[in-house]
């Protein structure tokens, strides 16, 4: 059966593109069904039909709080099975977070632990890193401290700056973004007790995206 999949984005949207084009392809079995954004002019709002658009300012409310439950109030009403924030730059709030806790994926461009929150390129080039890449992770309250389901890994190329590091890598997360959501709306991953599960079995360190765009165990 087609998945639900809500994707929070603020703004290119180009992870939410290759989402798209995957399920053109047949290579996902899902559909979007709703595109939320905290900036009305997202270009990721462009990429759905406007039935499916949500955007507010959070400025138009008291607080965090406030915005954090309309937008959960308008996710709910998708119905999605699973809510992805793909380049969603806000910090989610707890009640949002427990709301749609074991559903809601976050991709980030960094080997996490590595890196949380901003500038992920340049601080992956000011340790002088050898490898650079990105995580799907659960979302937990902590930013980007959810556990990690799947990473792609890069070299890092002697005379890479951060915007030549960040285009080569954002292939690769569309990539990864694809095969985790592949996973989720197969029914094969799970959170239970704050740990990833692939097929009922504990991930004890995220899967690993290979060449061919699979993901693999790190110890197959
Ligand atoms: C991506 O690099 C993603 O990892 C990060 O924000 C960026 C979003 O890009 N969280 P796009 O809007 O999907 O093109």
Redo the contacts with the bound molecule.
Sequence with gaps: MSRRIAVL?????????AILEAIAAGALDAEIVGVFSDRADAA?LDKVPEALRWSASPRAWPDRAAFDAALADAVAAARPDWIV????MRILGEAFIARFEGRLL????SLLPKYRGLHTHQRALDAGDAEHG?SVHFVVPELDAGTVIAQARIPVLAGDDAAAL?AR??PR?HALLVATLRLATAGRLAERDGKAHLDDQPLFSPLSLDSTGDLTRPDD
């Design positions: 984005a603020s703004g290119r949207g180009s992870n939410l593109q990721a924030c793909a380049g969603y976050n991709i980030h461009p990105a960040a890598l954002l997360e």
